[in-house]
């Protein structure tokens, strides 16, 4: 057994004895019923299952919830599907998700969703140039599987959030700051 | 006579059986271990007791759990049967992956069993000049001497870094239903030891 103290989408939960052998997503979906977070491949390869860490120092990157322990994000602070939405209002990826109609079934979407979230969020730290943008997307999204097929839509809609808001996420180039 | 008959028959069955078994046991327990240094002494000529003895050593480099993390390309493999990792993850520049998908996010400190994930502080893939896929036993020996292609270590090092390194080690408590190198970390160092000793001689082939 380990305790297990961790916050998640900002609030403090633990500390609590969890088995060693508890993966996080059993912890989400089992211990806390937050279902948000999905069971998918079970082997780390859909991310279906993938939440947000953040880090002391303000960086963000996804994790898959299937093959790791509960045990192993003591201490850490996370984001789940579950975060997203601020008083009752969808976050502009979300919007954007539904506008596109970039989801079918939903399964992969929470993935889907904490995925481009990083992205918006290492972007407006390390903006890029707009040339560089599609591949930028398309290699922070691959590694996500949409049974559905839905990874267009899912790329135009993160890409829609990014120029709507250009001037946060995207960096003046030499010829001229085209952002389009 | 006849009833003696009777008894004997199924006793030497059974005697058969049981040598057959024992057999079976003990070659494949020979198939994981590694021969010592001392049973090449036969040899006299030292070249080929040195070339003999990381033939030996050779039967862990070569071995899944240590070339799937050696590749040839920027893909790691898993598996006795070396198939490419699945999810599908990169080398990067820094051999721990590429931005979104980094080793460590899902190899922990350790190994995680229920999720069949194998782990270690360090889990990282070898440099591409490390790489030991698809190459003879003379190739890797010939590389693994050259500072230039073994992460600068001398040949002592090198022996530090096969009997001790505790990510080497991994090789032998891989976890969860994983064969793990054939003998002992420790018997690896010693063969490494052994051949340093005798010349560092490669393997022709």
Not at chain 1, 37 to 56: W, Y
């Amino acid at each position: 057994m380990t305790t297990l103290s961790l916050t998640i989408n900002g609030r403090a939960h633990g500390p609590m004895e969890v088995r060693d052998d508890l993966t996080m997503n059993d912890f989400l979906r089992e211990k806390l019923g937050m279902t948000g977070t999905k069971f998918g491949c079970g082997a780390a390869q859909c991310l279906s299952c993938a939440v947000i860490v953040d880090n002391a120092d303000g960086t963000s990157y996804t994790s898959p919830t299937c093959v790791v322990s509960a045990a192993s994000f003591n201490g850490k602070e996370i984001r789940t599907v579950e975060g997203h939405a601020k008083n009752g209002e969808l976050s502009a990826l979300q919007k954007a998700f539904i506008d596109h109609f970039a989801f079918q079934c939903g399964y992969c979407t929470a993935g889907f969703l904490n995925e481009g979230q990083v992205l918006l969020e290492r972007l407006a730290k390390k903006p890029v140039s707009r040339a560089d943008l599609e591949k930028t997307i398309a290699e922070a999204l691959d590694s996500h599987l949409c049974r559905c097929t839905g990874y267009i839509k899912y790329h135009e809609a993160v890409r829609d959030v990014i120029l709507a808001d250009a001037s946060r996420y995207l960096r003046v180039t030499d010829s001229g700051g085209d952002r389009r | 006579m006849k009833s003696q008959m009777r008894i004997k028959f199924p006793v030497a069955v059974v005697a058969l059986l049981t040598s057959m078994l024992t057999a079976y046991a003990v070659s494949s327990v020979q198939s994981d271990s590694l021969a010592t240094p001392e049973s090449f002494t036969s040899t006299a000529d030292t070249e080929a007791r040195s070339a003999a003895i990381f033939a030996e050593l050779g039967k862990v480099l070569t071995h899944p759990r240590c070339v799937n993390c050696h590749p040839a390309g920027d893909r790691p493999h898993q598996g006795e049967l070396g198939r490419l990792h699945q999810p599908p993850v990169e080398r990067g520049a820094d051999g721990l992956g590429l931005a979104a998908m980094r080793c460590p996010i899902c190899h922990q400190q350790a190994n995680f069993d229920p999720g069949r994930v194998p782990g270690h502080p360090e889990w990282h893939l070898a440099p591409r000049g490390m790489a030991w896929e698809g190459k003879t036993l003379g190739e890797i020996c010939a590389q693994i001497k050259d500072r230039e292609r073994n992460g600068g270590r001398s040949l002592e090092e090198l022996v530090h870094h096969i009997g001790t390194d505790s990510l080497v080690g991994w090789a032998w408590a891989p976890g969860f239903d994983r064969r793990p190198a054939p003998g002992t970390q420790k018997e690896a160092g010693t063969l490494a030891e052994a051949w340093v000793k005798t010349g560092a001689v490669c393997p022709t082939r």
